[in-house]
């Protein structure tokens, strides 16, 4: 396979995964913010630009940091590069240049999410957004679909793999911003507020079924906490990622002979993960143990780039 | 120009009726209601949009993806007259060939004076630096798309010789799969013969014409100037269904004249190069040295025989307008008999005779650029204004070399789904021609583009114009109705499950094989 292809391939995954969670958090903070008689939804939409890192810019612009214009800047704003819009043009532009590398049915998915935001210039408040949000999630799980249905060679491997280093990122990005807003150091925790903000970080990557699967309890931030960071089971944990990642580089080092740096870093990162617990985790720090593994998952990206000469 | 008095593919001269062979076709057409066609050709269109069958438009904002409008109503060809064309263009190309093998290496034709030697070794697109190369197995213009005229039942006459990098073969597959999914009574009523076996045809002419040496499987690429290029779709369609890599300059490099491709294994040596990059940017060392979509050293590996190029560099001095006129010689030097498809008369500007009647006939001729292509730099004048004429007329006088002019001729019709019902439309037809280790072979089928604008005669898709499917038919009309036209339901049926299986079941590493 090209270096080229891989890489784009590689970034499509990215880009796809990325407009899946600015959808998923845009439509988490429509939930939080319609609680906003409750002090929870204070700040829900300030806090969505804090997880998207697009708080500074987003001030830059000078707008009024109004629900209708945040969401507007996260959902088509092409000056945020992780607005959905800026997402699904990268991917697509990315799609393009390898058609021959994607199913007919992958490219499909792409070109219809980026069909349909194309002519949009504005939301119309709540319901638009969601109806919008809805479509896109669709599209992402047919895209996710059709990846699936893909060879499975080096094509769909390095999709799924962009789509792992960025999963591994956002989730930490989502949890840190959370966790640190909501639990400073020693404060009780279990009231309504905590309640309201973990439901929404449980929308957001869609697992408030699994925590009630997994622990049988009602919400306890520790456990969500845990689930996030160490459960295997919940597929947009850091774990999982991690997994996921040294998984599909060892699939495609099988199939190139080529192993190097990045499957280093990959697997060093799995082992630390093997030995976590919550408590230690907790004990050390949440916001440093989070800003340490989204350093590391930016070190195992560029590993990659540079054992398959994406540049 | 007016559409009474010209012949009607499928309704003949000035008749309401269809000619008795598309009788079915008449019905059909009568039988449909507009609404039904409309809602097929929009359904059709959307597919083109989600598939992302787009073109640009030169001088429009790069972000401005067009889809090429589709006709529903599709045009026919009987097998009589298929084989007619096809003799004719195996003729054809065989002689541009020839002609190309010949300027590049003897000069015979240039010196037993068929042919004025300025028009050749003057010519921007022959390149000198390639004289005496004769790339492997002697063929030049692998893929040629000769476009075609139609002024009556048997009156075929060609247009234009495209033998650089024609385009438009990814027209003639898609809209074949839209009509089978959209209007499948057609297939049920006409026996049509199968267009997707091209890119198998391609695919073994590339391996047929690999540098001797490059052992049972040469590696083929397809190399794109990159998706921004207006063809780009068609570009990536063909590596899609060949199976094999779409690169682009910067996948390749050129070490001691052998060329190699980036890939995430390390370099694979690259053996034939299908490429969709004109001749002035192919290689910054040779050629234009501001192109960055080139491959430095490309030339250099070509001229060591290391890869073929398909098409050849240098093969536009057999299409260039100048060397069109005289067409009708070089076939008869080279065959020996008669061009069995004519040229259109036409008139070398350059030539103070040819020019003086121009001048004077300048309402009633089409004058083209000798060097110009797309619908650019064309003057028709039974529709042009007063101003666009003499703005003509000045540009001759000044530079009459760089004109050639033509009469306006009466271009057959097709009937045409406009916004006022079917009416008669203007069309012309550019099938795709192979050549490589193993002949000359034409798929049943190709591009009919059709002009939109009632009256209008340009039906270059950068002016507005449109494709319909081009149907060619295996047996006598009159069994179309019997259990032959069945059985060629079943062949077009599994055709589109088999085009759809080839998606599926491409092998993606084509760097691996």
Not at chain 1, 184 to 213: C, F, K
Request: charged share 20%.
């Amino acid at each position: 396979m090209l270096s080229r292809t891989a890489a784009s391939l590689y970034w499509v995954g990215r880009y796809v995964e990325r407009a899946e969670f600015t959808a998923r958090l845009i439509e988490a903070t429509i939930r939080l913010d319609s609680l906003s008689p409750r002090p929870a939804g204070e700040g829900a939409w300030e806090s969505a630009l804090l997880v998207t890192a697009a708080n500074h810019a987003f001030t830059l612009s000078g707008e009024e940091r109004s629900p209708a214009n945040v969401s507007r800047y996260l959902t088509l704003d092409h000056r945020n590069p992780s607005s959905i819009r800026a997402c699904l043009d990268a991917a697509r532009g990315n799609a393009r240049a390898v058609r021959t590398a994607l199913s007919r049915e992958a490219w499909e998915a792409i070109n219809r999410a980026w069909l349909g935001l194309r002519d949009r210039s504005f939301v119309s408040g709540g319901p638009g957004t969601l109806t919008l949000v809805e479509t896109l999630k669709a599209e992402a799980r047919g895209f996710e679909g059709a990846v699936h249905r893909m060879l499975r060679n080096e094509g769909s491997w390095f999709l799924m793999l962009g789509a792992a280093i960025e999963r591994a990122d956002n989730t930490a990005r989502l949890i840190d911003v959370k966790y640190h807003l909501l639990l400073p150091e020693g404060e009780m925790v279990g009231g309504v507020i905590d309640r309201d903000q973990w439901t929404t970080i449980l929308h957001t990557v869609s697992a408030v079924n699994a925590y009630r699967l997994l622990y049988r309890d009602g919400l306890r931030p520790a456990q969500v906490a845990e689930m996030l960071i160490l459960r295997r089971e919940l597929p947009r944990s850091l774990a999982a990622s991690t997994d996921e990642v040294v998984n599909l580089l060892n699939l495609i080092g099988k199939r190139t002979g080529r192993q190097g740096e990045a499957d280093r870093l990959a697997r060093q990162r799995q082992n630390a993960m093997n030995r976590a617990t919550i408590r230690n985790v907790i004990a050390g720090g949440m916001h440093e143990y989070l800003s340490a593994f989204i350093i590391e998952n930016g070190r195992i990206d560029q590993a990659i780039s540079q054992q398959f000469r994406f540049a | 120009m007016d559409t009474e008095g010209t012949f009607d593919e499928i309704r003949g001269h000035g008749t309401d009726a269809a000619r008795p062979e598309f009788a079915a076709l008449g019905e059909w057409i009568a039988e449909t209601p507009a609404s039904e066609l409309e809602r097929r050709q929009k359904a059709a269109e959307a597919a083109f949009r989600q598939l992302g069958i787009t073109f640009a438009v030169y001088g429009e904002e790069e972000a401005s993806e067009r889809i090429i409008p589709f006709d529903i109503v599709p045009r026919i060809f009987t097998a009589p007259e298929w084989d007619r064309l096809s003799e004719g263009l195996v003729q054809r190309v065989e002689a541009i060939n020839a002609f190309l093998a010949d300027v590049y290496g003897a000069r015979k034709i240039i010196a037993d004076g068929v042919v004025p030697p300025e028009l050749v070794l003057n010519n921007p697109q022959f390149q000198p630096a390639l004289a005496g190369t004769q790339p492997p197995h002697g063929i030049f213009a692998h893929i040629c798309g000769i476009d075609l005229v139609r002024t009556g039942p048997d009156e075929f006459f060609v247009l234009e010789d495209n033998a650089r990098t024609p385009s438009g073969v990814s027209y003639m597959l898609e809209n074949r799969e839209a009509m089978l999914r959209l209007c499948p009574e057609l297939f049920e009523m006409f026996p049509v013969r199968p267009v997707d076996v091209y890119p198998d045809l391609l695919h073994e002419t590339l391996q047929s014409v690999a540098p001797r040496g490059s052992g049972l499987n040469p590696v083929c690429v397809v190399l794109t100037p990159g998706h921004f290029n207006s063809a780009f779709y068609e570009h990536s369609f063909l590596a899609d269904q060949m199976g094999v890599e779409l690169v682009e300059a910067a996948d390749l490099h050129v070490d001691d004249d052998i060329v190699w491709m980036r890939t995430i294994e390390g370099p694979v040596r690259v053996d034939v190069i299908y490429r969709r990059i004109d001749d002035d940017y192919i290689d910054p060392l040779v050629f234009n040295p501001e192109s960055v979509l080139g491959v430095p050293g490309l030339i250099a590996a070509y001229m060591a025989g290391n890869v073929t190029l398909v098409n050849a560099p240098g093969t536009g001095v057999a299409d260039d307008k100048a060397i069109y006129s005289y067409m009708p010689e070089i076939v008869r030097y080279y065959s020996g008999s008669e061009a069995k498809l004519p040229n259109v008369e036409t008139y070398r500007c350059r030539e103070p005779q040819a020019l003086r009647y121009t001048l004077d006939n300048l309402e009633k001729l089409v004058v083209k650029l000798v060097d110009g292509s797309g619908g650019y730099g064309m003057l028709v004048g039974p529709t042009a204004s007063k101003a666009e004429i003499e703005a003509f007329r000045a540009a001759l006088i000044a530079e009459p070399h760089r004109y050639i002019a033509q009469p306006t001729l009466a271009l057959s019709t097709v009937p045409t789904l406009t916004e006022s019902g079917v009416a008669p439309r203007h069309v012309d037809f550019r099938p795709f021609i192979l050549s490589g280790g193993n002949g000359v072979q034409i798929v049943p089928g190709g591009l009919t583009r059709v002009a939109l604008r009632e009256g209008s005669l340009v039906v270059n898709s950068s002016q507005g114009g449109g494709t319909k499917d081009s149907m060619i038919l295996t047996g006598p009309p009159s069994q179309s109705m019997g259990p032959g036209g069945l059985r060629q339901t079943m062949g077009g049926m599994s055709q589109s499950l088999g085009a759809g299986m080839s998606q599926t079941m491409r092998p993606l590493g084509g760097g691996l094989r």
